[in-house]
Nanobody
Framework: QVQLVESGGGLVQAGGSLRLSCAASGSMSSINVMGWYRQVLGKQRELVALITIGGSTNYADSVKGRFTISRDNAKNMVYLQMNSLKPEDTGVYYC????????WGQGTQVTVSS
């Protein structure tokens, strides 16, 4: 089992920045992909960014050039640096670790005001 706890969300004006953190604990041996997803009320959860255990990254087109995902394997942490935030980035952001199954955190709210 893997437990994930997100932090770093909040309210920010458009153009501002936030850094989300995801702290993982438990058995990490099967984990090979770590990612951030977001969900807006009434819509499906969507991929924002992911990073493999080897360091390869992938981003949603809507965040390319603005968001950066990174990880610290020694600390079992994954981060999402979000710059030039837009109102459409508003949502609940979830951390997800994928191994034999998907593990999800409880989410952290990000609100970007115009």
């Amino acid at each position: 089992q893997v437990q994930l706890v997100e932090s770093g969300g909040g309210l920010v004006q458009a153009g501002g920045s936030l850094r989300l953190s995801c702290a993982a604990s438990g058995s990490m041996s099967s984990i090979n992909v770590m990612g951030w997803y977001r969900q807006v009320l009434g819509k499906q959860r969507e991929l924002v960014a992911l990073i493999t255990i080897g360091g390869s990254t992938n981003y949603a087109d809507s965040v390319k050039g603005r968001f950066t995902i990174s990880r610290d394997n020694a600390k079992n942490m994954v981060y999402l640096q979000m710059n030039s935030l837009k109102p459409e980035d508003t949502g609940v952001y979830y951390c997800c670790f994928t191994g034999w199954e998907d593990y999800w955190g409880q989410g952290t709210q990000v609100t970007v005001s115009s």
